[in-house]
């Protein structure tokens, strides 16, 4: 499966934290990151990531034009809700994309392990029929 996977500024530790704990079940699967977020999941778990331009420089837009191609199965986009990001618009065109397209997407940390875990389970195999 594709996974994408994006984290503000706030969060971007959380996400280096959440691959190291689930990097196991990551390794199975092909990466997608925005260029931060990718280089340091890389520097920590040591995975292969494909890596986008930064979230801010259009990196966003980059992981959603794969969305909307069907060329992602999975999204876990750790934001920070508190902190206003002058790019808001690419992170809402994103999730709106998702939910066109029916992709998984978590954007928390909460809702990230329960696709995880899913995703280890095999409960997201029906992607690969739509695919």
Not at 1 to 23: S, V
Not at 26 to 34: D, R
Not at 98 to 126: Q, V
Request: aromatic share 4%.
């Amino acid at each position: 499966m594709n996974i994408g996977l994006i984290a503000h500024d706030a969060k971007k530790k959380l996400m280096q934290n959440f691959t190291i704990a689930y990097r196991h079940i990551l390794s199975k699967h092909e990466l997608y990151a925005t260029g931060t977020t990718g280089r340091l999941i890389e520097e920590v778990t040591n995975l292969n990531v494909h890596k986008y331009l930064a979230g801010h420089l259009g990196g966003e837009q980059q992981l959603g034009a794969q969305v909307a191609h069907n060329q992602i199965d999975l999204v876990i986009f750790l934001r920070d809700p508190l902190s206003p990001k002058s790019h808001e618009p690419d992170v809402g065109a994103l999730m709106r994309l998702c939910d066109i397209h029916n992709i998984p997407l978590a954007t928390n940390l909460a809702t990230a392990e329960l696709l995880i875990k899913a995703l280890e389970r095999g409960d997201l195999e029906w992607r690969n029929i739509v695919k």
